[in-house]
């Protein structure tokens, strides 16, 4: 079936480092990438997507591009803040899957990410 | 803010004891999901609700059962409780059924306590 990989945490940067978080996916159909943050405390927020091969997804300075032939959509960012200190979650939705009847989200396990000042 | 609400927003309750979460998704939106975090089985998917009807089941157990209401808010049912139910619960919802482009939007979970 459907399944996620993320690199595993914590991680932990100085403020104004470059960021990395791995993520690959395996999936037999065409699926929709997602980046989702967990802040302290709080709810899922969607942070970055994209929905077909060589799409790139950016938001707040993340950047993710769906990599159809190394099945890998990495997060990215240039500079990372202490206010980014976060779990985040990779996740895939494969509608066509399903006979289109779900959209329902596939999880990675999650890397929490540590900025320090 | 998501726009999804979810009440309450934390629980605690007792082994054997059944419980209700409610979530109200996005104005407009027609789809419902409820997914489960816990520390050892991480974010599973349980069960989507369209329009009133359930279109898709995940992981859920047999203890557990929703609904959609036909003002399109949901409610997740969770009985003869076990230690291992402890977890946060969340709601999300979209415009559609499915689709390639939709979007799913997470309200701010229920934590649920089980002693």
């Known amino acids: 079936g459907d399944s996620v990989t993320q690199m595993e945490g914590p991680v932990t940067l100085s403020e104004e480092a470059f960021l990395t978080i791995n993520c690959t996916y395996t999936?037999?159909?065409?699926?929709?990438l997602f980046w989702y943050v967990q802040y302290p405390g709080e709810g899922l927020q969607l942070l970055l997507k994209a929905t077909k091969a060589d799409d790139k997804g950016s938001n707040k300075g993340f950047e993710a591009t769906y990599r159809k032939e190394t099945t890998s959509f990495h997060l990215e960012k240039g500079s990372v803040q202490v206010s980014d200190s976060a779990v985040y979650f990779c996740?895939?939705?494969?509608?066509?899957?399903?006979?289109?009847?779900?959209?329902?989200?596939?999880f990675g396990t999650g890397t929490l990410l540590a900025v320090q000042p | 803010d998501s726009g999804v609400t979810q009440t309450p927003k934390h629980l605690i309750t007792a082994t054997g004891q059944r419980v209700t979460l409610r979530c109200s998704p996005r104005?407009?939106?027609?789809?419902v999901y409820w997914y489960q975090q816990s520390l050892d089985q991480g974010l599973q998917f349980l069960i989507q609700y369209y329009n009133g009807e359930e279109r898709a089941k995940g992981n859920i157990l047999e203890r557990f059962s929703a609904q959609q209401f036909p003002d399109l808010h949901s409610e997740l049912n969770l009985s003869s409780l076990e230690l291992g139910d402890s977890a946060l619960y969340f709601c999300?919802?979209?415009?559609?059924?499915?689709?390639?482009?939709?979007?799913?939007?997470f309200g701010p979970g229920t934590r649920l306590l089980v002693l």
């Open positions: 999300a919802s979209s415009p559609r059924l499915a689709g390639v482009r939709e979007t799913q939007y």
């Open positions: 996740a895939l939705s494969d509608p066509s899957n399903y006979g289109g009847a779900t959209n329902k989200l596939i």
């Open positions: 999936a037999t159909g065409y699926p929709s």
């Open positions: 104005s407009g939106d027609l789809s």
